[in-house]
């Protein structure tokens, strides 16, 4: 038998009939309710500017103008946008001792405070890559023969470098 003729037949059918009848217009949306705001799509945006500004004032609010599209800004505005201190903390990595002692936008004891936050986080940081790079070598069974004379030099100096820090550190709590 063929397709066509088989549904034919199927809607010529009285069980067919019957059940189409009793069908009404279904909705797929699973009863999801409306937008609740009214008026929410306007014909046009200055309409819904309108609209919004009313019911803004209606409600005792106040609309704030839209603002222009942001323009590129140079390096000299973001500086001037940028706070002083941000500023003079930025260059304390190129500045000299007595730059950095000199800058008046903070006090002794924020400067202070200041590094030992910044210490802090750079510690992390380097905690975090020793942990990967032992982790690496444990995980891949790398003997410290392997190494390139030039690291091996620098492990040390690094060791150094920490007991040197630690002595400090020990000494700016105290």
């Known amino acids: 038998m063929n397709v066509e003729k088989f549904i034919q037949k199927l809607k010529e059918s009285e ?3 019957k ?3 009793e069908v009404q217009e279904t909705s797929v949306t699973g009863m999801v ?5 009214p008026r929410a799509f306007a014909p046009s945006e200055k309409a819904f500017d309108e609209k919004t500004k009313e019911n803004a004032e209606q409600l ?5 103008p839209k603002t222009k599209r942001r323009q590129s800004i140079s390096f000299d505005q973001l500086v001037k946008q940028e706070s002083t201190y941000k500023i003079a903390m930025k260059t304390l990595h190129e500045a ?3 730059d950095y002692k000199r800058d008046r936008t903070k006090t002794t004891s924020e ?3 200041y590094s030992i936050k910044e210490l802090n986080q750079a510690l992390i940081q380097v905690e975090r890559a020793v942990g990967h790079a032992l982790r690496l070598k444990t995980e891949m069974g790398v003997d410290q023969r392997t190494f390139w ?3 091996q030099s620098r492990l040390t100096k690094i060791g150094e470098k920490l007991n040197r820090i630690g002595k400090k550190i020990n000494e700016l709590g105290a």
Do not use: L
């Open 15 to 17: 069980s067919y009939k």
């Open 19 to 21: 059940f189409k009848g």
């Open 33 to 37: 309710a409306g937008y609740e705001t």
């Open 60 to 64: 005792g609010f106040k609309v704030v």
């Open 96 to 98: 000299s001792y007595k």
């Open 111 to 113: 400067k202070i405070n």
């Open 149 to 151: 004379r030039s690291s």
